[in-house]
C-alpha cells in the first residue's frame, strides 16, 4: 500500500483535545463536519488546506490527553493517509488503527520531514521516501496491516465473518469522504 501526499508537521505532545475540540465532541457526528473540526485549535488552516493522502508527522507522544475517538477519525475523515511521529500515545496508536489509520513510528523521518514537503510511505516496504531521503520504519504486524487495508477494524471483522459493513459505514473507512 502506498501513500503519497503532502506533509503537516507539528511538534511534541500534541494533545487529543487541539486535535478535535471537547466542545465538539457530543454535538458533532457527522463526518464531514468531524472532518471540517481537525486540527483547528492547532492550526486553524488545517482542515481547508489538508489533500486526501497528505501525512500529518508530530514529535513525541502524538495524541496524549483524552481518549476521545474523533482525534484519529476527524484524520481519517479528512482523507489523511497516515501519521508519523516519534511516539504516540496509546489509546490514540489504538484508534487510529482501529479507523485504519496508519499510524507510524520513525523519529528518523520525523527529523528530516519537512513541513509543505511531498512524502511517499510504502506500508509493505516499510519504507518513508521524501527530497532528504529513505527512512525504515519498524514492521506493522500482519493484524495491523489487514486492519489498515480493509479500512478499519469493523470492516476487516466483517470480511471475516462474511457480513456486511453497516450501512454508511464503508463511505468513511476508506477516507476523503
Known sequence: MLIRGRVWKYGDSINTDVMFPGKYTYTVTDPVEIARHALEDLDPAFAAGARPGDIVVGGQNWGCGSSREQAAACLKYLGIGAVVANSFARIYYRNAINLGLPAITCPEAVAALQHGEMAEIDLERRMIRSAAGEFTFPPLSPTVLAIIEAGGLI???????????????????????
Open 155 to 177: 470492516p476487516m471483522l466483517c470480511r471475516k465473518l462474511g457480513t456486511q459493513v453497516p450501512e454508511g459505514y464503508s463511505k468513511w473507512s476508506e477516507g476523503g469522504g
